[in-house]
């Protein structure tokens, strides 16, 4: 028993350091080497003097957790906002196509009638999906057996994420900071590796996204469609007009 709770405390610990303290530290690692390229060997002999002192070090690591979760909260701010959620986990195609299937019924829990799937909201599906599996998660051999896998993938995708909105930050930090130190804007060709290392952290991070929403919708498809043939009648869920919007539906005529 102790044995499982050491590993599971190590787990913890591993994907709190995944979430907040890379990001912070990647920030950190982006500002100071575009400002090492952009500014004068003056600034760059006095990061080396600085990274002599084992306090400043100590202190710059236990920053960058701060910092890193800072970046968390930017991220996950923007994570469900018009133009970045569509860069983000999408479920509403698994929704539908289990719908369409017969796997899946969607009903409205104020009135119990049926819901038109055409209204549930992006974030809407994600609730959905995540409470059946969250459900099923000790009943569900399937999904029991992979939950850890998909939380480290879970873990890794808001990991990378954050970073990338750190990227993005580190560009405006060392632009502002550079022209603090010089009086003037970088010159146009520094900005050809920040903008570089930012799509590589985007490409990174969309990937994964990929890999995270296909694996799901895998195992939640097996797992509805093994309901579906043992008991001949689709898994029933209600839903809550958070979940749905009725913006499509033109206003009566007067």
Not at 12 to 29: D, K, M, N, Q, S
Not at 117 to 138: C, D, P
Not at 147 to 158: E, P, Q
Not at 164 to 184: D, E, M, P, T, Y
Request: net charge positive; with cysteine; glycine share 8%.
């Amino acid at each position: 028993m102790n044995l499982k709770k050491g590993r599971f405390y190590l787990m913890e610990e591993a994907r709190r350091f995944l979430r907040y303290v890379i990001p912070g530290l990647v920030f950190l690692i982006e500002t100071t080497l575009y400002l090492s390229l952009s500014v004068n060997g003056g600034f760059l002999q006095s990061l080396k003097d600085l990274g002599k002192d084992l306090g400043f070090a100590l202190s710059l690591f236990l920053a960058s957790g701060g910092l890193g979760f800072l970046l968390g909260v930017v991220y996950h701010s923007l994570y469900w906002t018009t133009g970045f959620c569509k860069l983000v986990v999408t479920h509403l195609p698994l929704v539908k196509d289990c719908i369409e299937r017969g796997w899946l019924k969607l009903q409205k829990r104020e009135d119990g009638s049926e819901l038109d799937v055409n209204v549930l909201t992006q974030s809407g599906a994600w609730r959905i999906v995540t409470a059946f599996w969250h459900a099923r998660k000790e009943s569900s051999q399937r999904i029991k057996a992979s939950n850890s896998r998909m939380d480290s993938l879970t873990d890794i995708m808001h990991g990378l994420g954050t970073t990338f909105i750190g990227s993005i930050l580190a560009i405006f930090v060392w632009i502002f900071i550079h022209r603090k130190l010089l009086g003037q804007f970088p010159y146009i060709e520094y900005y050809i590796i920040p903008l570089l290392i930012s799509y590589i952290h985007f490409v990174n991070w969309r990937r994964v996204i990929e890999h995270f929403q296909s694996v799901v919708a895998i195992i939640v498809c097996d797992e509805l469609q093994e309901i579906y043939i043992k008991n001949e009648t689709p898994v029933v869920m209600n839903v809550t007009p958070i979940d749905y919007k009725y913006s499509h539906i033109p206003f009566p005529k007067t």
